[in-house]
Nanobody
Framework: QVQLVESGGDVVQSGGSLRLSCRAL????????VAWFRQAPGKEREGVSC????????FYDESVKGRFTTTRDDSESTVFLQMDRVTPGDTAVYYC???????????????????????WGQGTQVTVSS
């Protein structure tokens, strides 16, 4: 069965760190770009970061740039989101999503439009306490 499974969500204090994982099951991740999205209570889902296939490029939303880092280990079919210096504003359900192709999430004008991402995980809850 083809699916994405997120893990690592937890309750963390403001200023702390957390690492989320997104593992692909049933297919190789090599030729897929993988993005992280998040949805806070009462808000629309928003794009957080994206890593292109084979780690050719990475993109971060301004709200997390300098604090979050996305990496990938294709040998384990897993993408990570390292979250440092978290704030209560980072509280949300975090989702990973994939899109096939080597050109996604590259170039100077990346826009994380969820409509392009075809496979989604179930989400993992991150709560940052103040």
């Amino acid at each position: 069965q083809v699916q994405l499974v997120e893990s690592g969500g937890d309750v963390v204090q403001s200023g702390g760190s957390l690492r989320l994982s997104c593992r692909a099951l049933g297919f190789p991740l090599d030729y897929y770009a993988v993005a992280w999205f998040r949805q806070a209570p009462g808000k629309e889902r928003e794009g957080v970061s994206c890593i292109s296939s084979r780690d050719a490029a990475r993109f971060y939303d301004e709200s997390v740039k300098g604090r979050f880092t996305t990496t990938r280990d294709d040998s384990e079919s897993t993408v990570f989101l390292q979250m440092d210096r978290v704030t209560p504003g980072d509280t949300a359900v975090y989702y990973c999503a994939t899109v096939y192709g080597t050109s996604w999430c590259t170039g100077p004008n990346v826009v994380l439009d969820e409509a392009y991402f075809t496979l989604w995980g179930q989400g993992t809850q991150v709560t940052v306490s103040s």
